[in-house]
């Protein structure tokens, strides 16, 4: 059981590239979610979802996409890479249902520097 | 969700019992009161939660007073790998829903 996976663990992007994070669960959770953490800073909300074919923004949206195919994976994506995305980026999840009592479990984050 | 307010740092010899605040004067009657800890830049570790009643697992208590306003997350006997931030959320059970909004958190040094 290897809990929340996320792929790569370090990445250097150059301005308007591309890319994908990667995030995989094997615990059969309905939700979930990708967080950024920037210095000194708590986690942000980007984008959550509640099953597969459903996602939703959270409160820094802008700039990512999300897609939610299947129950076990929630990829990131960048479209356009920008130095304001420069961050650590997690991803969680966690049973549905009973929202604020299900905790969340986390990934180990992926560090994105964008020159 | 309710907002909460946590000392910026605290500091625990190790053996001793780390007793970490957290005031949530706002709190609803359907907020639970989560604790995550956060070691170096690793992802977040969940703690323990609790609605109304104390609660304990086999990493710490969580000891919630009896208007909700404030709780107390206490490691029992801390050790250097306790060292990290810790985040006090208040989550709201909705259906589906399960945002976790961090704040800054309370850095714990264990100390010899």
């Known amino acids: 059981n290897a809990g929340v996976t996320q792929t790569p663990k370090f990445q250097v992007l150059k301005t308007g590239q591309s890319m994908t994070l990667q995030c995989a669960q094997d615990m059969n959770h309905e939700y979930m979610s990708w967080y950024r953490q920037d210095p000194g800073m708590g986690l942000r909300l980007i984008h959550y979802s509640v099953g597969a074919g459903i996602t939703d923004q959270g409160e820094v949206p802008n700039g990512y996409n999300v897609s939610r195919s299947t129950t076990e994976d929630f990829p990131l994506r960048l479209l356009s890479a920008a130095p304001s995305q420069t961050s650590v980026y997690f991803c969680?999840?966690?049973?549905?249902?009973?929202?604020?009592?299900?905790?969340?479990?986390f990934g180990d984050g992926t560090r994105l520097s964008i020159l | 969700d309710a907002k909460t307010t946590q000392p910026t740092s605290m500091d625990c010899a190790e053996g001793r019992a780390a007793n970490l605040p957290c005031n949530h004067s706002?709190?609803?009657?359907?907020?639970?009161v989560y604790w995550y800890r956060q070691i170096h830049s690793q992802g977040p570790q969940y703690i323990i939660h609790?609605?109304?009643n104390n609660e304990t697992n086999e990493m710490a208590s969580l000891i919630i007073t009896e208007d909700r306003k404030s709780s107390t997350l206490i490691l029992p006997h801390a050790t250097l790998r306790d060292t990290a931030v810790y985040y006090c959320i208040v989550r709201v059970a909705t259906g589906t829903a399960s945002k976790l909004t961090f704040g800054t958190g309370t850095r714990l040094q264990v100390t010899l």
């Open positions: 706002t709190i609803s009657g359907n907020e639970y």
């Open positions: 609790g609605l109304k």
């Open positions: 969680a999840s966690s049973r549905a249902g009973q929202g604020g009592a299900q905790p969340q479990h």
